[in-house]
């Protein structure tokens, strides 16, 4: 059984630019939720979509977004990129129901603004 | 809000030896889950243990044990016989609900061979 696969594991891009970041599930897992990891901030939720809607959403500004596409494969994606959304971006997968207890994480992309 | 809150940002051990690291949460809930989660230099966050809230009985997953006190609002992870593969960060994290993780700052463990 596959794992969960983010895509590109490395990226670097220019201030202003905006860049989309992508993640695949395990198979059947219908939960895709997003996370940056700094190290200044530690690990910190951006949203979660589940059956392509968006269910939770942290406390991030509107330059971040998301979307899920019916195969449950996500996207997230960055406008207006500034210095400080230089970070890890991990997802995580899990089937998504409420007595769904664990959530597997990807390898990650690595996000550097220059 | 939930906070998780890990007090040793480092901690180091003997190889084969034991190593307990702290956890406390701040939660007005009475139904969550507790996890640690292990994240070597790959990055990638894996699962060690994880707790239910309405169950006394203490997790345990081979040599990773937890001490979970609710009212405390503790949740420590014990490692026994350390190994060199046990190196890594290790997140303490809390749900309640849906499907939002909500992380300590994590601990820092070194295996000294």
């Known amino acids: 059984k596959a794992g969960v696969t983010q895509t590109p594991r490395y990226l670097i891009k220019t201030r202003g630019q905006q860049v989309t970041l992508s993640c695949s599930p395990i198979s059947g897992h219908r939960s895709v939720s997003w996370y940056q990891q700094t190290p200044g901030q530690g690990l910190q939720f951006l949203f979660e979509?589940?059956?392509?809607?968006?269910?939770n959403k942290g406390n991030f500004p509107g330059r971040f977004s998301g979307r899920q596409f019916s195969n449950s494969r996500s996207e997230m994606n960055v406008s207006t990129l500034e210095l400080g959304d230089s970070a890890l971006y991990l997802c995580?997968?899990?089937?998504?129901?409420?007595?769904?207890?664990?959530?597997?994480f990807g390898q990650g992309t690595r996000l550097t603004v220059v | 809000a939930q906070t998780v809150t890990q007090s040793q940002p480092e901690m180091s051990v003997q190889e084969a030896e034991t190593v307990t690291l702290s956890c406390t949460y701040d939660t007005s809930e009475s139904d969550y889950y507790l996890f640690w989660y292990k994240q070597p230099p790959s990055r990638q966050m894996i699962l060690v243990i994880r707790q239910e809230a309405y169950k006394q009985q203490n997790a345990t997953e081979n040599r990773f044990s937890v001490n979970f006190q609710k009212a405390a609002k503790s949740f420590s992870l014990k490692i026994s016989d350390s190994q060199l593969g046990d190196a890594a960060m290790y997140f303490c994290a809390y749900r309640q609900g849906a499907q939002k993780l909500v992380f300590g700052q994590g601990t820092r463990l070194t295996i000294n061979p």
């Open positions: 979509y589940f059956s392509e809607t968006q269910r």
């Open positions: 995580a997968s899990s089937w998504g129901g409420k007595d769904s207890t664990e959530a597997f």
